[in-house]
């Protein structure tokens, strides 16, 4: 299940549904209303210019002619013309497509007795007579309705009047008081050449068929779709905000904006795009239309679907109300007030005179500045500002000396003493507490520097009453070896006498060496050396012991020589420290990767590899004296390589850093070069 909700394949299917299925389930309401709407009566046209929806959309185009007639006058777009029969006219060029449907017509004013038509005729009479036999025509003569075309009759004909009016009442298109079709005389017949090379028509044409040969789908394709789009939609509640890999509700860059802003970029974008698709509406149905309408809703859904997603996140993730910026801002204000109120309540009452006097000084100026200006009044604001001044002026010195005082502290000089005579109040206790403070360092750093001298002084004089003794074991354990010893068992006992009496010479050098590498005790000979050398040199040297490992070194060092400014032999004696590590302590069969770089004026050097024994200690606690990697100290060594390496590191000015992540050991060295 829990792959199943993190699934980015199914989520993105879902996206890709929602707004098919949406549109499906639109159309297919459409599609239901226009069932609805054009078959009043029951019955089911096949055939479209014998259906409800073109003798409507016929009609319209009657009453176009008739509003256009009417406003004849006004808009100038008849000229009169005569017949050969003498019959005057007013004819006029239709150069556009009339909602779709084409016509001929003759509208007649009984009145007045002007005739309208767009026919070029000769006879008048005769091509009103000769109208009948047009197919798909519809005349009404003094009242009287004869057609060819079905639901072209009287109650269908006062429907769409109304409609009619409903829709088009305003004065570009009828007068409110226009005649109606009863004062006028209509012969009107279908412009079929005109009308069918009408994109718009072809197009509605085979809409209707497919609605009226299609009743039943509209019923099956909105119950799948409705059921489709609600288990998505439960899919997506459940599923949102959660990634494979990832535990919990992961937050995107867009979850993490201020919510009003995502909302409002959502009220600009959908608006802006709906009026675009709506401007676009014309009577005409086409390619353009249906194209801007496309593009306008898939960009309206992204946007939708954007905000639905971000919410739903946002809610579950519990941080709904925390990413509106007013929020934000609300709670900064909050726990400013906040702070300045715990602040006041913390302010020692030296701080805490400050306030009143600063406010009290704020206060009594208003105050006196509110009277009637008088000598006396401005003597004694004068007064009062010279007064405060000299008290905050006061304080701040005192308070600088204090200052200087720490800061010489902190720079090591602990020979100091503040006057507490020249104090008062809260900076009074503050001088005592900082004299004592230095004289506590003071103390305390004499005492060390002397343990440190004593241990020095111990370690050296120990390790050299060692040293005589060690040399004549080690001598005498030379001449036993150079005896033809015969016993097995006694030459077994000579030799752990000579491995451990020259493990104990190595322990008393590394110590003597880490004692006066701690103490700076060392007389460092800084030259330019040639750092890629002398880690291939250290690597040559080490080359066997670490064949014996099946060890593999992986180096990553520049192409042009990295000089530093060091010490070579204390230099290699580092390398030397730390390549001693990885021959003991190494994974066997892994590699060592050594890497060189060089970046803005400082050379780093890192020495990685995998340790054999599990490193349950700290990188800080490894470098102490005497502490070794395995705890069984079943290795050979004395614990003191990485601190010698560490100590001669930081005397050339270098630094010195162990990195330890599981079973992975790391150095990284750094000089300035």
Not at 460 to 480: C, E, F, Q, R
Request: charged share 25%.
């Amino acid at each position: 299940m829990e792959k199943l909700r993190q699934s980015s394949i199914l989520k993105i299917l879902c996206y890709i549904l929602i707004p098919i299925l949406a549109a499906i389930l639109f159309l297919s309401i459409v599609h239901i209303s226009y069932l609805n709407e054009y078959q009043r009566d029951g019955n089911t046209q096949t055939e479209y210019k014998q259906s409800q929806w073109f003798a409507d959309k016929y009609f319209y185009a009657v009453l176009d002619k008739v509003g256009k007639a009417e406003r004849s006058e006004e808009t100038g777009q008849y000229i009169q013309l005569e017949d050969s029969k003498g019959q005057k006219y007013y004819y006029s060029e239709d150069y556009y497509s009339d909602s779709e449907i084409c016509i001929n017509y003759i509208i007649i004013d009984k009145e007045t007795g002007n005739m309208y038509t767009n026919i070029k005729s000769n006879d008048y009479q005769q091509t009103m007579n000769e109208n009948s036999s047009n197919p798909y025509y519809w005349n009404m003569v003094e009242g009287q309705i004869q057609t060819d075309i079905n639901y072209m009759n009287q109650d269908n004909m006062k429907y769409d009047y109304t409609y009619y009016h409903e829709m088009n009442d305003t004065p570009d298109l009828i007068d409110e008081t226009s005649k109606t079709l009863k004062d006028y005389n209509i012969y009107t017949s279908y412009n079929q050449a005109r009308t069918e090379q009408s994109f718009d028509f072809v197009t509605t044409q085979d809409i209707y068929q497919f609605v009226t040969s299609n009743q039943k789908l509209p019923v099956f394709a909105l119950s799948i779709s409705l059921i489709l789009l609600t288990i998505i939609g439960i899919y997506l509640l459940w599923a949102i905000g959660h990634k494979k890999g990832k535990e919990g509700i992961t937050l995107d860059f867009i979850d993490e904006l201020p919510y009003e802003l995502v909302f409002l970029l959502f009220c600009c974008i959908i608006p802006m795009f709906w009026a675009i698709a709506v401007n676009s509406v014309t009577d005409s149905f086409n390619y353009i239309f249906v194209t801007i309408l496309i593009i306008s809703y898939i960009i309206c859904y992204v946007m939708t679907a954007g905000l639905t997603i971000t919410t739903i996140k946002r809610i579950k993730a519990k941080q709904f109300w925390r990413s509106f910026l007013t929020y934000k801002i609300l709670r900064w204000f909050k726990n400013k007030i906040k702070k300045y109120i715990d602040e006041f309540k913390n302010k020692t009452d030296n701080t805490k005179k400050i306030f009143w006097l600063y406010w009290g000084f704020v206060l009594i100026t208003t105050i006196l500045l509110s009277m009637f200006v008088t000598g006396i009044a401005i003597l004694i604001l004068i007064a009062f500002w010279i007064w405060a001044y000299y008290q905050l002026r006061k304080y701040v010195r005192q308070e600088e000396m204090l200052k200087e005082t720490l800061k010489k502290i902190y720079d090591g000089d602990t020979n100091v003493h503040i006057n507490e005579q020249e104090l008062e109040g809260a900076l009074k206790e503050m001088a005592i507490y900082i004299n004592d403070i230095a004289g506590g360092f003071k103390n305390a750093i004499e005492e060390n520097l002397k343990a440190e001298r004593l241990k020095t002084e111990l370690i050296t004089n120990v390790s050299h009453d060692i040293k005589t003794p060690l040399t004549s074991i080690i001598n005498y354990v030379d001449l036993l070896k150079k005896e033809d010893i015969k016993d097995e068992k006694i030459k077994e006992y000579i030799d752990i006498l000579d491995v451990k009496s020259q493990r104990l010479k190595k322990l008393t050098e590394d110590l003597v060496e880490a004692s006066k590498a701690s103490s700076g005790n060392v007389k460092l000979n800084i030259e330019s050396i040639n750092i890629k050398e002398l880690i291939n040199q250290t690597i040559g040297e080490f080359k066997d012991r670490l064949e014996s490992r099946n060890l593999q070194i992986e180096t990553d060092m520049p192409k042009e020589d990295v000089r530093i400014d060091a010490d070579n032999r204390y230099m290699f004696r580092i390398m030397e420290n730390l390549f001693s590590n990885i021959s003991k302590y190494a994974q066997e069969n892994s590699r060592v990767y050594i890497d060189v770089k060089k970046t803005n004026k400082k050379v780093n050097i890192s020495i990685k590899n995998i340790s054999k024994d599990r490193l349950n200690i700290s990188s800080d606690e490894l470098m102490q004296r005497f502490v070794r990697g395995d705890k069984s100290r079943y290795t050979e060594g004395s614990g003191l390589g990485l601190s010698i390496a560490k100590s001669l590191t930081e005397l050339q000015k270098g630094t010195f850093d162990i990195v330890i992540d599981g079973d992975l050991f790391k150095v990284v060295m750094e000089w300035s070069c």
